[in-house]
């Protein structure tokens, strides 16, 4: 059996939930715990490691850096616009199981520093040594019951909430109809009205920054950092160089004239075409705030998906 695929029996055993199961999460284990294809799992070493290959680091090990192990040591490569979905859908949830420590050489980093960095926690290192001996099924259970079942949390807390898939990513928004509708777009409206489009950015009412495409939002120098003000969801159609931006309302506003002149302001910057587009889930909900909506934007409802309702005058959807 591969490294790879053992990883993934570790992480299965380990309560981690099936998201984190897959061949980049078995990746990261792998690289944390420096465990190479001809390595005994009894061999694995904590070494601190940033995400992307930094030259400047002070060991060949943490100049590769987590992504840089993938590629040279298993001969993985990944784009470099999936650091975030390495650290948001996989080092995440690896800290949260207690089997990642994050920046444990310096804990007083503030956040998104570029010295961030993980290490496998002591007590994951210690487990993960027993792998393919007799202790392991005692030490697996044992870890579990000392830190407790990610997997098993998740389940209690997320029973409700709404799955979506983006990249071949299995995410879950908090519960709720907003992220309802949020899901209805990505599943619904993108095949039909933005086939060709990524999504770049997915909000969450929980945690507004759920889905982030970093690197591709930057070159169209749309103001990454400015989250707070961003609309719940932006797609891209990189041929047609359109750019979706989408408001969902359950319970705050449309793309009113105010919001067409603050998204304008704040995407003044990006020279794609905008397309401006309201989603409802319902049109009980569309009439509550029909006279609100601009001019010169789209209209979706979650209970009627194959129709848009145009309110530009002159054209079909398209950039102004």
């Known amino acids: 059996m591969s490294k790879i695929k053992e990883a993934q029996k570790i992480l299965l055993q380990l309560g981690l939930p099936k998201a984190q199961q897959n061949e980049m999460a078995a990746l990261t284990l792998l690289a944390l715990c420096q465990v190479t294809p001809k390595t005994a799992w009894h061999e694995a070493t904590r070494v601190s490691l940033g995400v992307s290959p ?28 999936t650091r975030e979905t390495v650290r948001r859908q996989v080092l995440h949830q690896l800290t949260q199981a207690q089997i990642v420590d994050y920046n ?3 804990p007083a980093l503030p956040v998104n520093s570029p010295r961030a960095h993980y290490a496998i926690s002591p007590i994951a290192l210690a487990t993960i040594r027993t792998y393919q001996t007799s202790q392991w099924e005692k030490a697996s259970a044992a870890f579990k019951q000392a830190v407790g079942d990610l997997n ?21 928004l908090s519960p709720g109809k907003h992220n309802e509708v949020q899901a209805a777009v990505i599943n619904e409206f993108k095949p039909r009205f933005a086939k060709d489009s990524r999504v770049l950015y997915i909000g969450d009412t929980a945690k507004k920054d759920l889905y982030v ?22 797609l891209y159609d ?34 794609a075409g905008k397309i401006y587009v ?11 705030h029909a006279a609100e909506i601009a001019w010169e934007t789209e209209v979706w409802i979650m209970e009627s998906p194959d129709h848009l309702i145009h309110f530009n005058g002159d054209r079909f959807m398209g950039p102004r």
């Open 238 to 271: 990189s041929v047609k160089k359109w750019l979706f931006l989408v408001e969902v309302v359950t319970s705050h506003g449309p793309v009113s004239p105010k919001r067409f002149f603050e998204l304008e302001k704040l995407f003044s910057s990006c020279s």
């Open 104 to 106: 444990p050489d310096n």
């Open 54 to 81: 930094n030259p400047r680091r002070e060991s060949p090990a943490k100049q590769m850096g987590i992504m840089g192990f993938f590629e040279k040591v298993y001969k993985h490569a990944y784009a470099p616009n």
């Open 152 to 172: 098993s949390k998740y389940q209690k807390v997320n029973k409700n909430w709404v799955s979506i898939q983006v990249d071949d990513i299995d995410m879950n």
């Open 278 to 288: 309201t989603a409802f889930p319902d049109q009980h909900e569309f009439k509550k």
């Open 213 to 234: 495409k970093e690197d591709e939002i930057r070159e169209l120098h749309i103001p990454v950092d400015n989250h707070s003000k961003l609309p719940d969801i932006i």
